[in-house]
Structure formats: C-alpha cells, structure tokens
C-alpha cells in the first residue's frame, strides 16, 4: 500500500491521551468519595432490631468492593489504554518522522 493511501491523526490521538489522563485524574474523586462519603454510622438505619449490624456490615462488604475491585479495575483499564495509546503515537510519529527523513534524502536511508 502507497504512503499516500493512509495516514494517522496524530493531533487526534494527543486528544484521546490527554482526555483518559483528565479520566485518570477525575477518579480520584470518585475513589475518594467510595471511601470516605459512603460512611454508615452505628444506628443510622434503626435501632434494637437484630438486622441493623448485618446491613452495616453488608454495606462495609460492598463499599470496600466498588473501591477497591471495580473502580481499581476501571482505573487499570483506562491507564492501559491510554499507555498504549501513547505507544501507538509515538510509533506513527516515529514513522512519519523516518519517511520524512527517507523522502529528504532522496528516498535513501539516513543510516540511523
């Protein structure tokens, strides 16, 4: 295929970084309101019925999941993507660049 039958955005895949990096930083926020607005005190749902420390103790259980199990996962899958998106620019600007160098040259390598 001719160098002139395709061609990568490079500008576009900085804005597919940049915009999972806000995504990285925003989860912070959302890891610490997981930890820290989801408190239940002792007595908040009722009192003398024998379920109230079983609900508490379910809500600890599926608070401490959501933090740590799903968010961290979702935080793992947008920092791998956006390192491999990074990887990906790089290597097209790495391309680009060469083919630049190549075409400059008279179509002969610089010998890098």
């Not at 970084?17 to 989860?27: C, E, G, H, K, Q």
């Not at 079983?54 to 996962?73: C, F, G, P, S």
């Not at 390192?83 to 002969?108: C, L």
Request: charged share 25%; no cysteine.
């Amino acid at each position: 295929m001719a160098a002139s039958q395709y061609g990568v955005d490079l500008s576009a895949l900085d804005e597919v970084i940049t915009a999972l990096n806000n995504v990285l930083r925003d989860m912070g926020g959302t890891k610490g309101k997981a930890a820290n607005n989801t408190y239940l005190p002792a007595g908040a749902l009722g009192k003398n019925f024998s379920e109230e420390e079983e609900l508490r103790n379910a809500h600890a259980v599926m608070k401490d999941y959501i933090e740590n199990t799903i968010l961290a996962q979702i935080e793992g899958l947008i920092d791998d993507f956006g390192k491999k998106t990074k990887k990906a620019k790089d290597q097209y600007e790495e391309a680009e660049h060469a083919s630049t160098v190549t075409s400059a040259s008279g179509g002969t390598s610089m010998g890098v």
